[in-house]
């Protein structure tokens, strides 16, 4: 019913920054929280950045996990069904395929994934 796309990953050297771009497209009803994640081979998925609310209208709140906070940013974009998420400052240990999921309610949707790769 809604599909996620996510793209902006890439190669980039510690210190350096990415952009990665999450677009929700299909039938969608009312987009209540874009999250993103992350997973690293052999390592569970765990969650980097939550975007809750309607960013235009509601202004939106942000969480974030401990280990990018200061370095990492999530915005939204409503009227296009988009979410970003900036990344600077980036260590080897961000190495990861980086996931978006988009809350629908009353589901959810997961797109495929974008690698992420720091080198050092």
């Known amino acids: 019913q809604v599909q996620v796309v996510e793209s902006g990953g890439g190669l980039v050297q510690a210190g350096g920054s990415l952009r990665l771009s999450c677009v929700a497209s299909?039938?969608?009803?009312?987009?209540?929280?874009v999250g993103w994640y992350r997973q690293a081979p052999g390592k569970e998925r765990e969650m980097v950045a939550i975007?809750?609310?309607?960013?235009?209208?509601?202004?939106?709140?942000?969480i974030y996990a401990d280990f990018v906070k200061g370095r990492f940013t999530i915005s939204r974009d409503s009227s296009k069904n988009t979410a970003t998420l900036q990344m600077n400052s980036l260590e080897p240990e961000d190495t990861a395929v980086y996931y978006c999921n988009v809350d629908d309610p009353p589901w959810d949707y997961w797109g495929q994934g974008t690698q992420v790769t720091v080198s050092s």
């Open positions: 975007f809750t609310g309607d960013g235009a209208t509601n202004g939106g709140s942000t």
């Open positions: 299909g039938n969608i009803y009312k987009i209540n929280a």
